[in-house]
């Protein structure tokens, strides 16, 4: 039931992400915006991991983080000049996860959602655009107030562009889009895919005033990982979110911390049911599916409560993650257009996103908490596996907390909330802490 064994340190930094995928034709949106295509080759270590299915970023090395976005490689990518008016993309939309997840289609207002990724997206603003338009969502850009980029620093020096994240930033923008279409969004591009990069992308996340950040990331547990939570993901009244990672079973990091809602991965479909949907482990192959298991190294939260892990255990709650069951995305950049997205990297935006729904977290809270109070508001996933833990609830959907899909999936907006009477909402260790915005030590 142990995870692999996770490298002793990390560098600060790693070398960047190897740059630029297969050249994809530029678009134009409305006469307006110029996009930007990339050139040059897709490094082979982004290549497919299971049945039409590729990784936008190679995996993680030590030191450096890896997105957790995976592509549908049988979908034709369509450009929005050839979708046509009465087109409809392929993969999931605002609607449909609305319905799924028992949402309102207005919400997110007087919110503000941040998202957390490595490099820079050229065509994010303009592409984010196209997917609004796409689905009658209201305009989110920097001339109305509703979108602002920054650099890790909060300011406009952005990072060298990368196909792969940029596909990852379209995903995770579009979903926030979907599911709390009139939040404001705060897109923080971090230098590097360093832990230290994202991280300080985090905190000015936070400085920025998002309420709400997601990170679609992850890499191998480290030592270090308790140091980098005090570091960055220390933020009471924040609800911060991580992705659970795509690689079946086995505990990544952020997703560990118990400063985050961890979240997994799901396969969604329709079926006559009287929810009108059903959900299972997502799980394709013995090398992709939802992570899940018991930290090494994380201490375990208060308010979690299973017995077969004494630590940390992953993932708090889920959502859709399975590409087979994908949701449509807008990018021009990586991919030319239309295309249907999967990964937890999915799920973590989505998440991040009813938690934007339900309201800001009360003062001083711990939000990934608030699930676990409101368990019966969620839709319990009972099926499926993610890989071999001896057949335990570690990587073994049941009735119940399970590691896969952590409680389940979201049922409205009340598990998302903050519990009735409460005021800290849950803290990780038994207290609430202030979080630490001093220069600390850069992490090995």
Not at 13 to 25: D, E, F, M, Q, V
Not at 269 to 274: A, E, G, N
Not at 295 to 300: A, F, W
Request: hydrophobic content about 30%; proline content about 7%; some cysteine.
């Amino acid at each position: 039931m142990s995870n692999p064994e996770a490298p002793s340190h990390r560098r600060k930094r790693g070398l960047r992400k190897t740059l630029i995928a297969a050249a994809s034709a530029a678009a134009v949106i409305g006469g307006t915006y110029a996009i930007v295509a990339p050139a040059g080759a897709s490094p082979v270590s982004q290549g497919a991991v299971g049945p039409h299915v590729r990784r936008l970023c190679s995996q993680p090395k030590p030191g450096m983080m890896a997105c957790n976005a995976l592509q549908r490689t049988d979908i034709v990518a369509k450009a929005a000049t050839t979708m046509g008016s009465n087109g409809t993309p392929s993969g999931f939309g605002p609607s449909d996860l609305d319905s799924a997840y028992n949402l309102p289609s207005d919400g997110g207002a007087g919110q503000t959602v941040a998202i957390v990724d490595a490099q820079d997206d050229p065509n994010a603003e303009q592409d984010l655009a196209t997917y609004r338009k796409q689905f009658g969502l209201p305009d989110c850009t920097t001339d109305n107030g509703c979108f602002k980029k920054a650099d890790e620093n909060g300011g406009s020096s952005y990072p060298t562009a990368d196909s792969g994240w940029a596909g990852e930033i379209s995903l995770d923008l579009d979903m926030v889009s979907a599911v709390a279409p009139k939040a404001h969004i705060v897109l923080v591009e971090a230098n590097s895919a360093s832990m230290d990069d994202l991280g300080t992308a985090v905190n000015t996340a936070v400085k920025l005033g998002a309420k709400f950040v997601s990170n679609s990331y992850g890499g191998p547990e480290d030592s270090s990982d308790t140091q980098a939570d005090s570091q960055y993901f220390n933020h009471p009244g924040v609800a911060i979110t991580a992705s659970a990672g795509d690689s079946g079973y086995g505990v990544e990091y952020p997703a560990a911390s118990p400063d985050v809602t961890a979240v997994g991965g799901t396969s969604l479909k329709k079926d006559s049911s009287q929810r009108g949907w059903s959900e299972s482990v997502w799980n394709t192959s013995s090398s992709e599916g939802t992570g899940s298991g018991c930290s090494t190294v994380e201490t375990k939260p208060s308010w979690q409560k299973d017995t077969g892990c004494s630590k940390r255990t992953v993932a708090d709650v889920s959502a859709v993650a399975d590409p087979a069951t994908g949701v449509a995305v807008y990018d021009s950049y990586q991919s030319g257009g239309w295309q249907v997205f999967g990964g937890t990297s999915a799920a973590s935006p989505i998440i991040a996103s009813v938690y934007a729904d339900a309201g800001a977290p009360a003062s001083g809270a711990n939000p990934a908490s608030y699930p676990y109070a409101n368990t019966s508001a969620l839709n319990d996933v009972t099926s499926g596996s993610n890989g071999d833990c001896n057949g335990t609830y570690l990587c073994t959907a049941g009735s119940g907390y399970d590691g896969p899909t952590g409680l389940g999936t979201p049922n409205g907006l009340k598990a998302f909330t903050a519990p009735s009477g409460s005021t800290g909402g849950g803290s990780t260790t038994g207290s609430n802490h202030t979080p630490s915005h001093r220069h600390h030590k850069p992490r090995r």
